[in-house]
């Protein structure tokens, strides 16, 4: 066992000896060997991206123009892009599904005695059915002649009672219907006031009023925070596209950009964003 452990070393390094030497131990002539090394193969170096391009499509969508420069923190825009895109769909969702139940609320319980044709119409409208228990008549005069109501509690009443004190010299004493003032005033009440199609009476349906206040503050919440989240999209487009620029730039002269940015709650339930740019010589 010894002796054949000392033959392979002499024989080991005799291969890598003179060729005499070798060819005197293994009793053979001595032909070299030529080895090939596999070199590994050669990477080509990609040309860096016309200037005007990372910030194309970043303002397109965010952290492309990172990920073509070779940034990973592209990967932190577009999460932020996933991220409000998700809140503005939830947000527009809640609003759209709050505004259904109350325009319901409204046509079936408020509306529903007076036997209306007409669903939908402007918001305004909406709001004040929160705000009042009833509209009152629009004319209270069976004849040709349009008398406003006088009860201030009801919509149509507040209404006149605003055009008499906003074109009546005295909006307390009774005035001439042929004057002009008069005239003004009707009109101001004909263009505002609500009319037999869209009247409504909150009366012994409280419960049902309380449920639509509700309903229209949580529609009017959620479609504001959906309007907040495409301002925060339009930032974070328009951060990632200087972000891209500002780096082709430096990176022309030799420099370059580190963007550091946080995403940060407010107790309200909103959020905010922070960044960093740091420049490098």
């Not at 005239?183 to 639509?212: C, I, K, M």
């Not at 620029?245 to 990176?251: D, S």
Request: net charge neutral.
């Amino acid at each position: 066992m010894w002796r054949g452990r000392c033959l392979a070393t002499t024989l080991l390094l005799c291969v890598g000896s003179t060729p005499t030497l070798a060819a005197q131990v293994s009793g053979a002539p001595w032909l070299p060997v030529r080895a090939r090394v596999a070199q590994p193969p050669t990477l080509q170096r990609l040309d860096p991206p016309p200037r005007w391009l990372p910030p194309v499509t970043s303002a397109a969508l965010p952290g492309i123009g990172q990920f073509l420069h070779g940034q990973n923190r592209g990967a932190v825009y577009l999460a932020i892009e996933g991220l409000f895109l998700i809140r503005f769909f939830a947000f527009h969702a809640e609003g759209r599904r709050e505004s259904r139940q109350y325009h319901d609320l409204a046509f079936t319980v408020a509306r529903a005695t007076f036997q209306p044709t007409t669903r939908d119409t402007l918001f305004e409208y909406f709001e004040q059915l929160g705000k009042f228990l009833e509209s009152g008549p629009f004319d209270t005069d069976p004849g040709p002649a349009l008398v406003p109501p006088l009860d201030e509690r009801t919509y149509n009443g507040s209404i006149w009672e605003l055009a008499r004190r906003t074109f009546l010299p005295d909006p307390d004493s009774i005035a001439d219907v042929d004057s002009e003032e008069y005239q003004r005033a009707l009109e101001f009440y004909r263009q505002r006031a609500v009319g037999p199609n869209f009247q409504w009476s909150w009366r012994n349906a409280g419960l049902e009023q309380d449920l639509y206040r509700q309903s229209i503050r949580r529609s009017d919440e959620g479609f504001r925070q959906a309007t907040q989240q495409l301002g925060l999209l339009l930032a974070n487009h328009v951060i990632s596209a200087i972000d891209a620029l500002i780096t082709g730039r430096l990176r022309s002269n030799d420099q370059t950009v580190d963007v550091q940015a946080a995403l940060l709650s407010r107790s309200d339930g909103g959020w905010y964003a922070l960044a960093a740019v740091l420049v490098k010589f």
